[in-house]
């Protein structure tokens, strides 16, 4: 059971997705870390060593891309999966975030279920 | 006299008195409906969240039956509010429970409240709810409310329920100028390909605002080359329109389909009467980066418009017919590239 042990966290200012990825992945028994701008989900990134990260965009402090781009960039974070979740859509976001070294791209509105199997895959290729 | 003088300052006082008691009484009664609100919401969130976010088709018991006008609308605004973040199975599973249970109605019926405001939210529930059914209110809504405000709310609300059946009331609420073109092309734009036959009429429409709105839209929708009909429109906006701007809009749209037949169409219109179409063509064409647009490019290198010239040695470095030498344009063009523009 790869999600029993599994660390996600998940990075959005919007407390209502936030709420929603959390309980659906809860369910599935991860534990699940939350922030709500892009400087505190560094932090806890960097202190916490989740095995996977679903980062907003558009976060107040960083933005998802710094993040990523820090995460990538760390020794530390080495392995950690990343996958986007943001309303931003075309094709050019799409390009920055797999050239940071996303290893997913999902666009919001988002199907809770897709999430779910996206990230069961992401983190049995550990 | 003095006793005169008294009396009414004693009696302004008693008034005075009289609306800080009347005031005073408002505000904790405001406070405590706010206050009982939130509670209502407290105590039904985790529900709608278990509701919208796991895949049980039966909704919690909680959720169901509910008795108080109170409760229902507290339960309402919860299902808007985290229904508008999920698509799929999700999105339709609460669009089924919310029409079975009465939700989707009561918005529908607040569409025609007397208040602004609440037909406002009204729209947006609808847009939130994403029901199908809900789509001809919205459009009534769209074409008819007397509030700028509402009209924009059902425009988006109609683009997040994603009924294509709706894209003609939009294009007409473009053309009528009721909802402003940038929300038109949003919600055109939520609705997605399943718009584009409205939208390839809309390219011949005799007003120029609709025309603009439908060459942008179906540029940036992303559809292939394939689409021969999607070239085909757009290369006679980009040629006959007889507004700058939509030719304009035509050759972006063409540099994003992509394709032989918008690449011959894009090199077409770098011979345009106007520069601003000229220009708009060479910056399709480097996005293109097809040889087809090679020899244009190439002559409008040297066209009479700096800006023209300045798009062109873009095209013409991405194309590799030109290197970085020879004019400030290319060079500058070979550096931007050089730093990864494209």
Do not use: N
Request: with cysteine; proline share 3%.
């Amino acid at each position: 059971m790869e999600s029993v042990h599994a660390k996600v966290l998940v990075a959005d200012d919007e407390p209502h997705l936030l709420r929603l990825v959390k309980f659906r992945l809860e369910r599935e028994g991860y534990e699940v870390l939350t922030a709500v701008d892009g400087e505190s989900a560094l932090q806890v990134a960097r202190d916490e060593h989740p095995d996977l990260c679903v980062l907003d965009v558009m976060m107040p402090k960083r933005s998802g891309f710094d993040v990523l781009r820090e995460i990538r960039s760390d020794d530390a974070c080495a392995g950690m999966k990343v996958i986007m979740l943001t309303a931003r859509a075309q094709d050019r976001d799409v390009d920055v975030g797999f050239s940071l070294g996303a290893d997913d791209y999902i666009t919001k509105p988002f199907s809770p279920q897709e999430l779910r199997v996206r990230i069961g895959a992401h983190l049995s290729k550990r | 006299m003095i006793v005169a003088v008294e009396l009414l300052a004693a009696s302004q006082l008693a008034v005075i008195a009289a609306l800080a008691v009347v005031l005073t009484c408002r505000r904790i009664a405001i406070a405590r409906a706010g206050r009982h609100r939130r509670l209502l919401l407290d105590r039904y969130r985790d529900a709608v969240v278990e509701f919208v976010g796991l895949d049980d088709d039966e909704p919690p018991a909680s959720l169901t039956g509910l008795r108080t006008a109170e409760q229902r609308s507290a339960v309402g605004e919860l299902l808007a509010e985290y229904t508008g973040t999920v698509r799929g199975e999700s999105r339709s599973r609460v669009a089924a429970f919310v029409t079975e249970h009465g939700y989707a109605a009561a918005a529908e019926r607040d569409l025609r409240a007397r208040r602004s405001w609440r037909r406002g939210t009204a729209a947006k529930t609808l847009g939130d709810f994403g029901v199908v059914a809900s789509v001809d209110e919205l459009a009534d809504a769209l074409r008819l409310d007397a509030s700028p405000q509402v009209r924009v709310s059902a425009a988006r609300a109609i683009g997040r329920v994603g009924e294509a059946q709706a894209t003609a009331d939009l294009i007409s609420a473009c053309a009528m100028g009721s909802v402003p073109a940038g929300i038109v092309a949003q919600a055109l734009l939520d609705i997605g390909e399943e718009a584009l036959p409205w939208l390839l009429g809309a390219i011949g429409s005799p007003e120029q605002r609709v025309r603009l709105v439908a060459c942008r839209v179906v540029g940036l929708m992303g559809v292939g080359a394939a689409e021969a009909e999607v070239v085909a429109a757009l290369d006679t906006a980009a040629t006959t329109d007889p507004d700058v701007a939509v030719r304009g809009a035509a050759c972006h749209a063409l540099g994003r389909v992509g394709g032989l037949d918008a690449a011959l169409a894009v090199a077409a219109s770098t011979a345009d009467h106007e520069a601003s179409v000229r220009r708009a063509a060479c910056d399709a064409a480097a996005r293109l980066a097809a040889p087809e647009t090679a020899a244009a490019v190439t002559r409008a290198l040297d066209d009479s418009d700096p800006e023209v010239r300045r798009a062109a040695a873009r095209a013409a470095v991405l194309l590799g017919v030109a290197d970085g030498s020879g004019s400030p344009f290319l060079e500058e063009a070979e550096a931007e590239l050089a730093w990864g523009w494209r």
